[in-house]
């Protein structure tokens, strides 16, 4: 037993070791995959560790790069850039997330403000291992294709930040999802039903987008929700007085809306346990009504709370236009008509015929009401401005 014992001492050594022993082997087709990212992300700053490294598994912790490996593969891969601006117009998101398919045992991606643009690839369903994606702060833009939701290992899934637009697929299938952040894009449309069907989920934001409709009162009773930003969207009507809060529901935005009627009695009130922010919305009874809008704001409309359509924003841009025009074409042709009876009566009517003197009066009546008659209609399109730059 004795002369066994200092091998004993060794071995969690060598166990230790192990893992950095095998990242050493990190397969060439890995290391090959790393560098043509690197090329594809016009050599960002944070990823120039990589170009001296021997050992790409083991670099200087920096926040950000970060690559872990498992034997020979790249499980994590966080790069965070700086950059604001998109890469270049050669740049093809198509051929960049295929080449992120050849990194297949990933289950950590993490590409952020690097400047990555165009459409997300349906390849990246392809990378099924990933239960955390963050894509945020980029320049991604058209819908999430359908396909992630066969990315059933996600469970966090950021793309805040981006123009991303159209609906959101139905991720239904997607039950070990905790943390969905849409936030900060252009996705509009109803939130699907099937959200309410996540069990895991802890932190669903969806603010600053257009999602309209009603907002599913089953959305604030999941199970182990704890967070949830509905704010600065189009949601409408009321929420129901029954409405229950899951236990573990610590914040809820819901602010800049248009929802009406009373807040359900678990939303009410602020609690040590519980925030609500609920401003700018036409909720009735929530104390403070100067920080509510009155509620033709939030019914002005009801199909402006249902369609996002931005046709319907330039509809009533041209038909401003067109009541301007129309106003300054009443003027000038009133104004024509003026001195065309003024300019008659002088040289026809000059003994004589004071009567005709009464025509031009209706003409100028007319004219006036039709500029009172667009008054209403100016402030309610200064709502639709309003609320568009909210
Ligand atoms: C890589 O090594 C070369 C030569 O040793 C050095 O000039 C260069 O600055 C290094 N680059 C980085 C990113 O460390
Ligand atoms: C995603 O990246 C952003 C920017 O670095 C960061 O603030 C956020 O915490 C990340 N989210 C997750 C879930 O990693
Ligand atoms: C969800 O998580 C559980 C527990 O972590 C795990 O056993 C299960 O395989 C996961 N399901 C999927 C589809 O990844
Ligand atoms: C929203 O995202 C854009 C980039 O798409 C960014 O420039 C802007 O700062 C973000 N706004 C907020 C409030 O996060
Ligand atoms: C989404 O944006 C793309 C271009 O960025 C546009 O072609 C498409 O019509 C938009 N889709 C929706 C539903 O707004």
Redesign the pocket.
């Known amino acids: 037993m004795a002369p066994l014992r200092p091998l004993l001492f060794l071995l969690p050594l060598i166990l230790t070791q192990s893992p950095q022993i095998s990242s050493q082997n990190l397969s060439p087709s890995q290391i090959k995959t790393l560098f043509r990212l690197q090329r594809m992300l016009e050599y960002p700053p944070s990823l120039s560790l990589i170009n001296n490294a021997t050992n790409f598994c083991y670099l200087p912790s920096s926040p950000l790069l970060s690559i872990s490996c498992y034997g020979t593969r790249i499980t994590e891969l966080e790069i965070n850039g700086d950059s604001?601006a998109p890469l270049s117009p050669s740049f093809s998101a198509d051929s960049f997330f295929t080449t992120l398919t050849r990194l297949p045992s990933l289950t950590s991606l993490s590409l952020v403000s690097l400047g990555l643009w165009g459409p997300l690839s349906p390849k990246i369903a392809r990378l099924s291992s990933i239960r955390d994606l963050n894509l945020s702060?980029?320049?991604l833009y058209g819908e999430i294709p359908a396909g992630i939701s066969s990315m059933v290992n996600l469970e966090s899934l950021v793309l805040?930040?981006?123009?991303f637009n159209g609906t959101v697929p139905d991720l239904r299938s997607l039950a070990n999802l905790t943390e969905l952040v849409l936030?900060?894009?252009s996705f509009g449309g109803n939130v699907p039903i099937g959200f309410a069907s996540f069990d895991q989920l802890q932190k669903l934001d969806l603010s600053?987008n257009q999602f309209n409709g009603k907002i599913p009162p089953s959305l604030f009773s999941l199970p182990l929700v704890r967070y949830m930003d509905l704010s600065r969207n189009r949601f409408a009507g009321v929420l129901p007085a029954k409405l229950l809060c899951g236990d573990n529901l610590e914040f809820v935005d819901i602010s800049r809306n248009l929802l009406m009627g009373g807040l359900p009695s678990c939303l009410s009130s602020d609690s040590s346990t519980r925030v609500v922010l609920k401003s700018w919305n036409c909720l009735n009874s929530v104390g403070d009504s100067r920080y509510q809008h009155p509620k033709s704001y939030c019914s002005r409309d009801p199909l402006a709370a249902v369609l996002p359509s931005p046709e319907k924003e330039e509809g009533s841009k041209k038909s401003k236009l067109g009541l301007i025009l129309g106003i300054l074409g009443g003027i000038v042709a009133g104004a024509a008509l003026l001195s065309l009876m003024v300019f008659l009566i002088f040289k026809k009517a000059r003994p004589e015929d004071v009567g005709s003197v009464k025509l031009p009066k209706p003409i100028t009546q007319k004219t006036l009401k039709t500029s009172v008659q667009v008054s209403p209609r100016t402030p309610a399109d200064t709502n639709t401005c309003n609320y568009t730059l909210d």
């Open positions: 604001s702060s980029n320049h805040s930040g981006n123009s936030k900060n894009n600053m």
